[in-house]
């Protein structure tokens, strides 16, 4: 009787440890898929924050003559002040061959920013305009009018931007904002923002 039980048993007990060998295999096997998929995505996202920094430190380039570039807001001022009439959002005249340069060298900035082979770039750029705090009853409404007279005065000077790469927003921050000049009549300027988003191709 004991010769008949060792039979039967080491058989299964071989079978037993095959099996668990082979469900151990599979898990070895998934764990280790698992980490390296983990692995490419935190390489991916490595990648795209070194190429976001790089990015970044060429959008600050686009400070010199004719912007300022405001590192607490991530964002460009003009380094001219562009004044409207109270109530007024039309561009005056004695403002548009600086502004034309100005618009040029964004188009330019976005344009090489943009031809890149390794990653897809897009951007996205934001015109602020603003307004004094004042007595005119529509200052939010105003801010808007002036950001789009700039787009359309950008537009009709032949500056443009690739819709491949690059979407254009055109807002209005009123007599609100963060970053408000302290003197009042300064608020009546634009504020140029660059925002990347970095995909793969």
Same mark, same amino acid.
């Given at each position: 009787?004991?010769?008949?039980?060792?039979?039967?048993?080491?058989?299964?007990?071989?079978?037993?440890?095959?099996?668990?060998?082979?469900?151990?295999?599979?898990?070895?096997?998934? $764990?280790?898929?698992?980490?390296?998929?983990?692995?490419?995505?935190?390489?991916?996202?490595?990648?795209?924050?070194?190429?976001?920094?790089?990015?970044?430190?060429?959008?600050?380039?686009?400070?010199?003559?004719?912007?300022?570039?405001?590192?607490?807001?991530?964002?460009?001022?003009?380094?001219?002040?562009?004044?409207?009439?109270?109530?007024?959002?039309?561009?005056?005249?004695?403002?548009?061959?600086?502004?034309?340069?100005?618009?040029?060298?964004?188009?330019?900035?976005?344009?090489?920013? %943009?031809?890149?082979?390794?990653?897809?770039?897009?951007?996205?750029?934001?015109?602020?305009?603003?307004?004094?705090?004042?007595?005119?009853?529509?200052?939010?409404?105003?801010?808007?009018?002036?950001?789009?007279?700039?787009?359309?005065?950008?537009?009709?000077?032949?500056?443009?931007?690739?819709?491949?790469?690059?979407?254009?927003?055109?807002?209005? $921050? %009123?007599?609100?904002?963060?970053?408000?000049?302290?003197?009042?009549?300064?608020?009546?300027?634009?504020?140029?923002?660059?925002?990347?988003?970095?995909?793969?191709?």
């Amino acid at each position: 009787m004991g010769k008949r039980r060792d039979g039967v048993f080491w058989p299964s007990y071989v079978d037993l440890m095959t099996g668990l060998f082979a469900v151990m295999l599979v898990l070895f096997v998934l $764990s280790y898929k698992s980490f390296s998929d983990e692995k490419k995505k935190y390489e991916v996202k490595a990648r795209q924050y070194e190429l976001l920094r790089e990015i970044e430190e060429s959008v600050k380039n686009l400070q010199g003559a004719y912007f300022t570039y405001q590192e607490e807001y991530k964002r460009h001022v003009l380094n001219r002040p562009v004044l409207f009439d109270v109530g007024k959002s039309e561009i005056k005249p004695e403002y548009r061959t600086y502004l034309v340069n100005a618009g040029f060298k964004i188009a330019d900035l976005i344009r090489r920013l %943009g031809d890149r082979d390794d990653v897809d770039v897009r951007y996205l750029v934001v015109v602020e305009g603003m307004a004094s705090k004042d007595d005119y009853e529509f200052n939010y409404e105003l801010s808007y009018a002036r950001a789009k007279a700039l787009y359309d005065f950008w537009r009709d000077e032949g500056i443009s931007f690739d819709p491949e790469i690059c979407e254009v927003l055109i807002a209005g $921050s %009123g007599v609100g904002g963060v970053g408000r000049a302290s003197r009042e009549e300064r608020n009546q300027r634009f504020l140029i923002q660059i925002i990347p988003k970095i995909g793969e191709r």
